[in-house]
């Protein structure tokens, strides 16, 4: 089936670095989505990609549609204590019936004050 | 309140034993999910349903049952539970029109089997 393989699995920063973390798969899909969990609670969306080649921000967070529509980058910039989470890589092919979206495995941030 | 609600937020039952898991959105959302979340698998579909009385097979539905009467419900049973079952279940409604916005998820139950 299909699989999303989003790296790395786990980052211990200092607060103030960039993060960067990835997510490829062998099938194209023409939406991918990035969504972070606070502990204890469901994931939130952060930020929705529709379109090839697409740059997308939020705040402090950038995520890009990669071009050949198998892959999906997020970064966060000047990482502070309330980034902590793990961040989830989500893609799905919509259009027709509803496509259902599948996850990537997570990755998990820990941010050292 | 809207939203998505999820109950119980924990739940400890016995092997054997029937547990149903209830969800409730109030955003009259067409499409309603169930995912279970464990460690060193993320995020995993277990059913979902399209409307009321519409609902279909995600990627892990042994053991689980669903049903969709009205639009704003809908409960996952597990019938029998087994300790594989243990994990945190998360549900998740979203739009039927437009572009996605992606899902919108609950607070999740956590389930443990023993």
């Known amino acids: 089936g299909q699989q999303l393989n989003q790296s790395p699995q786990s980052m211990f920063i200092q607060e103030g670095e960039d993060v960067s973390m990835n997510c490829t798969s062998s099938?194209?899909?023409?939406?991918w989505l990035w969504y972070k969990q606070d502990p204890g609670e469901g994931p939130v969306l952060l930020i929705a990609?529709?379109?090839?080649?697409e740059l997308t921000s939020n705040g402090r967070l950038t995520a890009q549609f990669g071009i050949t529509r198998k892959d999906s980058f997020l970064n966060i910039s000047a990482s502070i204590p309330s980034d902590v989470g793990i961040y989830f890589c989500?893609?799905?092919?919509?259009?027709?019936?509803?496509?259902?979206?599948?996850f990537g495995k997570g990755t998990k941030l820990s941010v050292k004050p | 309140d809207a939203g998505i609600t999820q109950s119980p937020r924990y739940k400890i039952t016995e092997t054997g034993r029937q547990v149903t898991l209830m969800c409730h959105q109030t955003w009259s959302h067409s499409y309603m999910f169930w995912y279970r979340q464990d460690l060193g698998h993320g995020l995993r579909l277990i059913y979902y349903?399209?409307?009321?009385?519409?609902?279909d097979k995600g990627e892990v539905p042994d053991g689980y049952v669903v049903s969709r009467s009205k639009t704003e419900n809908f409960p996952l049973t597990l019938e029998s539970a087994t300790r594989s079952q243990t994990s945190v279940y998360f549900c998740?409604?979203?739009?039927?029109?437009?572009?996605?916005?992606?899902?919108?998820f609950g607070s999740g139950t956590r389930l443990t089997v023993v």
């Open positions: 349903s399209a409307a009321a009385d519409i609902t």
């Open positions: 989500a893609a799905m092919n919509y259009g027709g019936s509803q496509g259902n979206l599948i």
């Open positions: 099938s194209i899909f023409n939406t």
């Open positions: 990609l529709y379109k090839a080649g």
């Open positions: 998740a409604s979203s739009e039927r029109q437009g572009p996605p916005r992606g899902y919108t």
